[in-house]
């Protein structure tokens, strides 16, 4: 985990909440999922010396995941609500947000990474949506059926440097408390950006301001893991 993150998770108290290992196995399927990796290339015996092949690769992982999503997310799907006012509203938002397109996409890597999740925003008065993968996803707290407390954080490259935004959404006496930052790295320095009243934001509600997905395959690496395990990509 890079250290910035983990600077930011000490600051608000979550010390020993990570679980590293799912970090290094999404990260593994991420890359499987992308295409041939190294362990494409064997070395097997002969009998006289080891021969190094190459496995052949029809790419199974990534069309299959694809698949899945397509049959999930398609020009078919169609959400209705039976009020005619917030029908429009919600069909407005959701093309505004490339709904379909940017769906499909999060679901095949859900399918190939076992986690990721919606998270609605405003920017200016308008709705958003951020569209988060598995290796942008820290839950730091959970029980066997819901996830309480998560982190999600991105890192974009920026002319100078880095930036990275960080999204805690914390579940505290009086509900949902939304903590948000944003940094600049430039080499080792790192500094703070101004973001003003959207810091700290108080929901006043019970019930979380993000949407997980999930495979339905249990974590074989650890079944008591809020995390899932990925789907079909120990295919090649």
């Known amino acids: 985990m890079e250290k910035i993150v983990k600077e930011f998770l000490n600051k608000h108290g979550y010390n020993g909440d990570i679980d590293e290992n799912q970090e290094t ?3 593994d399927w991420l890359d499987i999922f992308k295409g041939p990796t ?3 290339n064997v070395s097997i015996y002969n009998g006289i010396n080891y ?4 496995i052949k ?3 199974l992982p990534s069309q299959m995941c694809g698949d899945l999503a397509d049959f999930f997310f398609n020009e078919k799907l ?3 609500i039976d ?5 429009k509203q919600i069909n407005e938002c959701l093309e505004q ?3 379909l397109h ?3 996409k999060l679901i095949q890597l859900v399918q190939a990474l076992g986690t990721g999740a919606f998270v609605p925003y405003l920017d200016n008065d308008v709705l958003k949506i951020n569209y988060v993968k598995a290796t942008n996803i820290i839950i730091l707290k959970a029980n066997a059926d819901e996830v309480i407390d998560v982190l999600f954080w991105s890192k974009n490259k920026t002319k100078d440097g880095e930036e990275y935004y960080f999204n805690l959404h914390v579940l505290e006496d009086k509900g949902y408390v939304i903590y948000n930052e944003k940094k600049i790295v430039k080499g080792k320095a790192a500094s703070d950006i101004n973001i003003g009243e959207t810091a700290k934001i108080e929901t006043k509600s019970f019930l979380p301001k993000f949407g997980m997905l999930f495979t339905p395959d249990i974590n074989n690496f650890d079944i008591d893991s809020p995390y899932r395990d990925k789907l079909l990509c120990e295919c090649y």
């Open 78 to 80: 169609d959400i209705t």
């Open 51 to 54: 021969t190094k092949y190459k």
């Open 83 to 87: 009020n005619t006012k917030i029908q």
């Open 102 to 104: 940017n769906g499909n």
């Open 25 to 27: 196995r999404v990260n």
């Open 57 to 59: 690769s029809l790419n």
């Open 97 to 99: 947000n490339r709904f």
């Open 38 to 40: 190294k362990k494409y």
